[in-house]
């Protein structure tokens, strides 16, 4: 731990200080003492430890860390200058005009849509803690007034600003590319304690939309200064560990920099493809995928329709009313003893990610409220199975519910290596359903080949059974699995 403390003294003359001002900051103790000057004024001294990684995480947003209000109005400062568009909080933010390399317009922000004009703090490590918190609580400059956070927390950013700046300037090159890292170790340092939170890809976290995602690759690539920043003072007003406080040194940062500039940026990633087919196996049976206890009562929307005979936990599934084949009445469940008259959701693949979830968790319909059950990374992806892991499998089913179009010796290979070793040559290994009426692999394929899509795409909930979709088998390759597997014995 390096935590590094400065005692800043406080000479208030005229008045005594409130003492002890400084509960928002951690690690801050504060005695006062009164003195007494040669000309016999009273004066309060006020002797403030400031920390230096919570000094950092002020820098970067004061308010979050401090869980003050965000500021409204723009900072006094901002009208002298035009170039930066932002307003409101943004523009209190010690960043937004001193930028994540602290050199202000002599650094990053020295053009693009961040540029302001005003100086960096890179210069001030040379200053006195006395002077650094009169620029801070407005004695210098009127305008530049933060005291509203505390002398705590001033005396953390004086100490931030005297010892925790460093110079990334040699590290970044002009393309932004880390300099003299060595990616090896940056991969151990990331693995061991980044990707509990952000995934061994850095996707898991999505700081962006979805429409733009930012991933700790992205920020990594470009933003190298943030990155630097926030890896080594942490992110305001989350768990994520301070590389200052755990004693890594600049060094460390780089590498884990160097590291993150190969980690993907888009969305197509591993981790993504995991949230489409975690999205897939809660829509076939959400409890047994979340180890959950299956639902005892029916759905509410249940009492709605009377044609679909069953009760309890099927009412539960997305499948039940939905359909295997994602087009409810419209569909396969259009007729027969699922049929219930509620619709598909094959047509909501274009809404936004946002308003599925918000139907996911009954903000449309309070009927329709999955919120009790499943937390928001599963609705999440849910909406993300709905917006990119739907498939038409209409053309490929024709009447008879026969696939049309597979190869069926294609797929008897890819069965023979990746289906036969838990359901045997014949399909007949695992049975599905019970002793008198048996359900193999061919049984599914011939009677249920929408099931058999969904399934073979997603997985089975609560097995080991691969995902095609993970393994990135095309349509086409299920296609011929089917084909060949409606071939199998189906009883
Ligand atoms: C709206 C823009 C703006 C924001 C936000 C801002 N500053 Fe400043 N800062 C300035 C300007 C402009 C100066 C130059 C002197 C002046 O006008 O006060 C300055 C000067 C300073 C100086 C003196 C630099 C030197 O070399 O003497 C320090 C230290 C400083 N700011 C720290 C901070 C910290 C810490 C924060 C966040 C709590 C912060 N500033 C937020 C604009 C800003
Ligand atoms: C305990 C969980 C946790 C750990 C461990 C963690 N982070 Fe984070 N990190 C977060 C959270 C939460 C956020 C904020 C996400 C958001 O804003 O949506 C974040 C944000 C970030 C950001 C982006 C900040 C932004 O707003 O643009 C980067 C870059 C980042 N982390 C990198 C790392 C690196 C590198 C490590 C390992 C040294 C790490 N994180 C370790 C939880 C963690
Ligand atoms: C008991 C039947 C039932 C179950 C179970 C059910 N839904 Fe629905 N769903 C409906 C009905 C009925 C609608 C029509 C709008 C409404 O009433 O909310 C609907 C609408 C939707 C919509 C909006 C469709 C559009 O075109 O805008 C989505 C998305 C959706 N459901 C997803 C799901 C998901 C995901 C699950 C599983 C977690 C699920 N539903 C489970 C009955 C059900
Ligand atoms: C690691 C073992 C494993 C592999 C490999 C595997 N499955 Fe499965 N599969 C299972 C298990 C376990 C079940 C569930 C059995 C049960 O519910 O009794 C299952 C269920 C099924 C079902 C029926 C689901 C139902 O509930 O009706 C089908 C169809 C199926 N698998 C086809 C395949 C195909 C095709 C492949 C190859 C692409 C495959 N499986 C690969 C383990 C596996």
Redesign the pocket.
Known sequence: MKHVKYLMVLVVVGFALAACGDGDSSDTTTTAQATTTTQATTTTATMVEGDVVTGGLLYDKWWSVLELDAPADDNPLWASQTTNERSGADTWRCKECHGWDYKGSDGAYGSGSHATGFPGVFNAQSKSVDDLVAQLSGQTDPDHDFSVMGEGAMADLAAFIKEGLDDYTPMIDADKKAVGGDAEHGDE??DA??A???GTDGTT???GSDEEP?Y?GT??IDNPW??FH??RAG?PG????S?IASGWSLDDVLD?LTH?QTLPTEADSAAHLEEVVLGGLLYDKWWTVLELDAPADDNPLWASQTTNERSGADTWRCKECHGWDYKGSEGAYGSGSHFTGFPGIFDAQSKSVEDLVAQIEGEVDPDHDFSAFLGHDETHALAVFITEGLDDYTPLIDADKKAVGGDSAAGETQYASTCAACHGADGKTLNFGDDTEPEFVGTIAVDNPWEFFHKIRAGQPGTQMPSAIANGWSLEDVLNLLSFAQTLPSG
């Open positions: 340092l990331y304690t980044c509990a939170c952000h976290l999505n700081f930012e700790v920020i990594a943030e990155f926030k890896v992110q989350t768990q994520m560990p590389a884990v993150a």
